[in-house]
């Protein structure tokens, strides 16, 4: 056996280091394609008819352009790459984050109060913008993990566009922690359905939440209404939003609002259901769980998608 093999389990370090890539405009360019959909949804929420193929066919693509493509297996080195040189890579995020409020607002108000469509047209833009909003827990996931605190309260804010913002609290402090466990509603074991799945793991994701900050409010021998609680935090969030849409069209655009929130977390609770299905760490001799690796995850490193 070669001292490569012996050292790298087979894998040639030299090899392994050309995976990762330096932060540039050129490795952030393909990043940016996720804010083609923008004007596309403009154009079918303004025109409707034909203009509502565009948006259609831009979501449609990922599928065919990852075989196409195929997997990336490219990174940045965490080690070497200091936040001051990723600007060119967060500009597309926190563009999505800054367009995709009044693009929803917009897209509610044309559907449900201006009304110019046929029936037909209306339910394709529900169906687009249910598909736009998915990218509500993509966006949402990467802010909440950041570093400064503006971008973890976008985060919050983007995540109670669907209704959903304790899911801030309950992937840093519990997931994290607990992923491929039995402790970790949200790795599903092996043989449970979805069906089942999907219930409990969004009603836990509320209690567990509450109490992850019930806990760490009681640490710091504070009560659990201390003004510091994230839950006030996240209901006012989700206060702007169903006053907003309450003001645009009444208790009915709530309704509609609700389902397509309800909408974007079942399609997230899918995505979770396989990312971790029948997926179990190590319990070591000492009593600790190992430590969380990529064979915890189902997860699919294809290019296209990694770039949307």
Known sequence: MSEDSAVSGGIDPNKADRRFIQPSIQNALPHYLPLGIFPLLLLAMIFGGWWLLPAFLFMSVAGPLDKALGPDGRNMDPAKTPERRLLWHNLPVWTWAFLWPPTLVFGVWQILVANPFAIWEDIVLVVLLTMEAQAVFVVGHELIHRRTTWERRLGEFLLASA????????????????????????????????????????????????????????RRRLPVWHYSNQFWRYGLFVAFWYGLVF?????????????????????????????HYGLRRVRLPNGRWEKVMPRHSWSADWKFSNWM
């Open 247 to 275: 003001a645009m069209g009444g208790i009915w655009t709530v309704v509609v609002f609700a389902f397509l929130g309800l909408s974007c977390v079942f399609s997230m609770k899918i995505s979770n259901y396989f990312q």
């Open 163 to 218: 209704s959903y913002p304790q899911y801030a609290t309950e992937h840093l402090y519990i997931h994290h922690a607990k992923v491929g466990t039995p402790h970790d509603v949200g790795s599903a074991p092996k043989g449970e359905s979805f069906w089942r799945y999907f219930p409990r793991e969004v009603v836990s994701n509320l209690t567990n939440s509450w109490k992850s900050a019930a806990d760490r409010l009681a």
